[in-house]
């Protein structure tokens, strides 16, 4: 061996060319990237950087000589490395490319298919690519072998070539092994072997679509009475192989044959095991030539003109052994292409479902919300929307009902299906987030909402005015005016909860609205009726917050995989918070549990959340979530009192109206370019540019100044002010102290024990903070609560943390923040 190539072979490259030749791969250079991301080419504004041949023939120079190898490529380490793909080298690969969706591609394949086996796998800059043992057949190097709805995923077969390990990408990231234990190249499973074999070349009509699949065994002996078995010796051959090419048996075509003069068994049986599949007519030609006699008459008298029920518009689908996967794809195609009412929602199909229900006064009016699909609604469907038929081992094909099993392969598509996704139903007119009017019926792309048989409803005007908000604004105050708000803050929440809940296509999140009372009987419950009759004609439903938080996620969580418009938690007893509320609150995805099962799926929320409740205090995270309306209404019987106007009827009796005018006023602004914007709300940041600074445009309180409220009445941030002062005030700023210690001082006495506690504050701060009421405190107890407030802001005083790096007890102290 040359000392160049000698030394070339101790090369991260020359190693890896000379293993490739060695397991009988066909090697050539390609042209390398540079570390500024440019070909070696040296063309400036190369189009293929670091996959382009870099020795005179290209592919024709391939070899599985590592001598010859070295010269091509000049012993250099700056190229890449080209493996022809196809026979030469016993291979082919499946490039995937994550840039154009493969990875979404090659999983829904594997899907229908199967999973293929990983042993040599290469993980390029931006997909990976996939090595298999060449079969027999020619394999052709295709991009669109599996059609355009697997984009990103290529074949490199016969003809073709990839660059491999460890070649240069134009990420500058290298081609590298998946694992580091590489087998050598696999088989590919014979259903992926069935996808590549290449087509056979039939003659056209033999590619004709036949109705073989339409015929059973008994309408195709009917419709050879229609032909003459005396005919014509080659047309005698050609009916016997189309029965033949088309899978029936070769008794039908013995039972006719025998009706002629010429019938000879012998010639019969040799003639049919002789026949081939390359030739002769189809089944649809012999169709058209019975057809031409009077079957086709007699055919349509017997099914009683089966278009008079609309049957023969339905798609035929037959079913063969061993392709359930390809039937169940074909079955979700029939039921996207014919209009059924089912889509996806997280990783569940869905199916809207219209109830219509008493509303009030014996109104009745219609409510929409979305139900899981089952296999039994799936089967019923597909029954409906193609006609399904099975072919025996005999090759009669009878009709039959879709199988339990190809339903239940549906449904098991979760992540794969191409069902439109749908994040809710409504029934009334609501905004897009680009501002403009949902108004038609039907199913929506930009929202992904289906609105169903929305109200009639003036015309709101194209371009509506100041003036024109101001007016639709009296007419929703109208509905408020004999509620006992307290403070116009109050007042503007409750007009929010009208404008979001009709709006709220608008914006993915919106803060929840809470209303509460003094006393019961308030009209905190009838104040959510509202916007709730605004939005969908009824009065609000309501669900109990449970007695755990684990109870109310599962409740919510039921609501809003319904996809709910409004949600509401009732009649709440003094504190209330939570994170799963948080969380479904703030998030525009949520993920819930299902109910009676250890799974939990993500979808969208489009809910409206309100809560009511006596007294009630909002904990913690929840303060910044919730703009909150107090009612009072000064006497001792609330519930006595009357609403005279009956503000709900109201609503009912022209909800048309009532959706205007809420639409009106958010239109208005945005149509005037949103003017003087409040400053944004955190995580709710398209609501407060929509509905709040709607309202403070027309000169109306800041609903969000109910925040600052709440977060005063908040006990968790009292307790936590309470223990910071305590601390400070006793330890003074930066005197650090484990919790230990701080406990400790809890317990410090004036004197004996007799005498009262040196620090009474700390120690009453210290029970609110640890729910410890028995005076014995846990210092591991307290340190986690301290853990949970690291870094806090209260009162300008914030809690500081120091660990200790030996593993000791952290320290703790407040430090004063100024200015």
């Known amino acids: 061996m040359h000392n160049n190539t000698a030394k070339w072979l101790a090369t991260n490259i020359g190693e890896h060319v000379n293993t490739y030749t060695q397991i009988g791969f066909r090697v050539f250079p390609c042209h390398g990237v540079k570390n500024d991301r440019s070909c070696t080419c040296g063309k400036q504004g190369c189009a293929n950087i670091g996959k382009h041949p870099a020795c005179k023939n290209g592919l024709k120079d391939a070899t599985g000589d590592f001598g010859v190898a070295a010269k091509l490529f000049d012993c250099r380490e700056d190229l890449n490395i080209g493996i022809a793909t196809g026979a030469e080298s016993g291979i082919f690969v499946i490039d995937i490319d994550g840039d ?18 990983t042993g040599w796998s290469v993980l390029t800059g931006n997909g990976q690519h996939h090595y298999f043992k060449h079969p027999s057949f020619k394999v052709s190097s295709n991009s669109n072998t599996f059609g355009k709805d697997f984009p990103g995923v290529d074949i490199r077969g016969d003809g073709g070539y990839v660059i491999a390990p460890p070649s240069r990408h134009r990420t500058g990231k290298e081609y590298s092994f998946a694992s580091d234990d590489i087998d050598l190249p696999q088989d590919a499973p014979e259903a992926w072997l069935e996808l590549l074999k290449p087509k056979e070349n039939k003659p056209p009509e033999q590619n004709l679509t036949t109705i073989t699949s339409e015929l059973s065994r ?133 199916r809207p479902v219209v ?194 938080e684990e109870e109310t996620e599962k409740r919510i969580g039921s609501a809003l995989l319904a996809g709910q418009p409004v949600i509401c938690i009732d009649n709440i007893s003094g504190e209330f918070g939570g994170d799963f509320l948080c969380q479904a609150i703030e998030r525009h995805l949520v993920e819930i549990r299902i109910l009676g099962k250890s799974e939990q799926v993500e979808v969208e929320s489009r809910s409206t959340i309100f809560a009511t409740g006596n007294n009630l205090r909002l904990l913690g995270d929840m303060t910044r979530r919730v703009v909150l309306c107090t009612l ?57 540019d929509t509905v709040r600074s709607a309202l403070i445009w027309l000169d109306l309180a800041d609903p969000v100044e109910t925040m600052n409220t709440a977060r005063d009445e908040d006990p968790s941030l009292q307790t936590m002010a309470a223990v910071f002062a305590a601390m400070r005030d006793i330890s003074g700023v930066d005197n650090k102290k484990t919790a230990a210690d701080i406990i400790k001082l809890a317990f410090e006495k004036e004197g004996d024990e007799h005498t009262p506690y040196k620090n009474p504050k700390l120690r009453d701060a210290l029970a609110n903070a640890t729910s410890n009421k028995s005076g014995f405190f846990n210092a591991k107890e307290f340190g986690k609560w301290l853990s949970q407030k690291k870094k806090r802001i209260v009162n300008n005083m914030r ?15 407040i430090t004063e923040i100024r200015g």
């Open 100 to 117: 154009k969706g493969g990875n979404e591609s090659f999983a829904r394949l594997q899907q229908l298919h199967g999973a293929l086996p």
């Open 218 to 350: 008994e309408e195709v002996e009917d419709m050879l009475s229609f032909l003459d078995p005396d005919m014509g010796h080659d047309d005698w051959l050609h009916v016997g192989m189309a029965l033949h090419h088309s899978g029936f048996s070769m008794q039908i075509w013995n039972n006719w044959s025998q009706r002629g003069r010429k019938y000879n068994p012998k010639d019969c049986i040799s003639r049919w095991n002789k026949f081939k599949r390359d030739g002769g007519i189809t089944i649809a030609t012999l169709v058209k030539m019975a057809k031409g006699r009077g079957w086709e008459s007699k055919k349509c008298a017997e099914s009683n003109c089966k278009e008079a029920d609309g049957e023969d518009s339905l798609p035929v689908i037959v079913m063969e052994g061993g392709g359930i996967s390809v039937e169940a794809t074909k079955g979700e195609e029939v039921l996207i292409s014919s209009g059924a009412e089912i889509y996806q929602r997280g990783y569940c199909l869905v």
């Open 355 to 548: 109830k219509d229900v008493e509303a009030a006064r014996k109104n009745r009016t219609k409510i929409a919300q979305l139900i899981a699909v089952g296999k039994t609604y799936l089967v019923d469907q597909l029954c409906q929307r193609a006609i399904w038929k099975r072919r025996g081992q005999s090759g009669i094909i009878t009709k039959i009902n879709p199988p339990d099993k190809l339903a239940e392969l549906i449904l098991g598509r979760k992540g794969h299906w191409n069902f439109k996704e749908v994040v809710g139903v409504i029934t009334t007119p609501t905004l897009r987030p680009d501002g403009s009017l949902l108004c038609k019926a039907g199913y929506d792309p930009e929202t992904r909402l289906i609105l169903f048989e929305p109200p009639a409803m003036p015309d709101i005007p194209d371009a509506p005015t100041r003036e024109d908000a101001l007016e639709a604004l009296d007419l929703l105050n109208d509905l408020l005016s004999e509620f006992p708000f307290v403070g116009d803050a109050s007042r503007s929440v409750a007009l929010s909860m009208i404008l979001t809940t009709v709006s709220r296509g608008a914006f993915n999140v919106a803060p929840m609205h809470a209303i509460r009372a003094s006393t019961p009987g308030s009209g905190k419950s009838y104040i959510c009726d509202m916007p709730t009759a605004i939005a969908t004609g009824r009065r609000c439903p309501v669900t109990a917050a449970g007695k755990t």
């Open 632 to 688: 009072d209404a000064n006497m001792e019987r609330p519930e006595l009192r009357k609403f005279k106007d009956k503000p709900f009827e109201k609503v009912l009796s022209d909800r048309g109206k009532y959706i205007a005018a809420a639409l009106t006023i958010v239109r208005a602004y945005i149509v005037a370019g949103r003017p003087n914007p409040a400053p944004q709300l955190g995580s709710f940041e398209d609501w407060s």
């Open 799 to 813: 809690l500081d943390q120091e660990v200790d790096k030996h593993g000791h007890a952290s320290k703790w102290w």
